[in-house]
């Protein structure tokens, strides 16, 4: 099926996402610079650009930047005077990912901050918060914290949005007991759990597999 899935990934972006010199020298330079290919895809990319729009976001976050493929579409898409705050872990992601926004002309959009989430979700609650779009894209392992920490860093109407939750399926093998399914599990059962959130999960195909996004909304 992945052929398929392919062709079909290609024939939409051809007609919906046409060449786009900044994203295209974005994925060039992350090839360059060694990055695993593991952004989302241009289609991925026009659906975070369509929440943003629909929602409109003013403030976003984002956990997992690599080379900011996704903060540009997150940050074109916002209207004058919004923000996107990014986190990455890796300083090599970061300094690529600095390059790519600053050719994409947004990096005066874009609050760029290098460490492990976990250190610097604490500080953007006095300094940035509350967030309109959350996009959790980082260690599978630190979903369930993530998660913690967007409805910490949220406002009712906030919208919450996770990549990878699927997997190849992997989400449903009995005893699988790699730690960034266990992730997942973890977080969706959290997803679960919150009377806070009203949430949902999309499943994916495309050029990047099978996969899927949770999607969730703050309520209250
Ligand atoms: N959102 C990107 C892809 C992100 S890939 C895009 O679609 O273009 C996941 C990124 O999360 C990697 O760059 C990885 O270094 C980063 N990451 C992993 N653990 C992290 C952590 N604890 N804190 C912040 N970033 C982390
Ligand atoms: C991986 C991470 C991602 O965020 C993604 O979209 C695909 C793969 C990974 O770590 O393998
Ligand atoms: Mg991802």
Redesign the pocket.
Known sequence: MQELWTQVDNYFGDLLVPEDEKLDAALLANEQAGLPP???TRLQGKFLEFLVRVSGARRIL??????G??TIWLARALPEGGRVVT????PH?ARVARANLTNAGVLDRVDLTVG???DTLPTLETNAAPFDLIFI???KE?YPEYLHWALKLSHPGTVIVADNVVREGKVVEPGCNDPRVQGVRRFTELLAAEPRLSATVLQTVGIKGYDGFALAVVLY
């Open positions: 593991i952004d989302v984002e956990i997992g930047a690599l080379g493929y996704s986190l990455e872990v890796d992601h492990p989430a976990l894209d980082a260690d630190g």
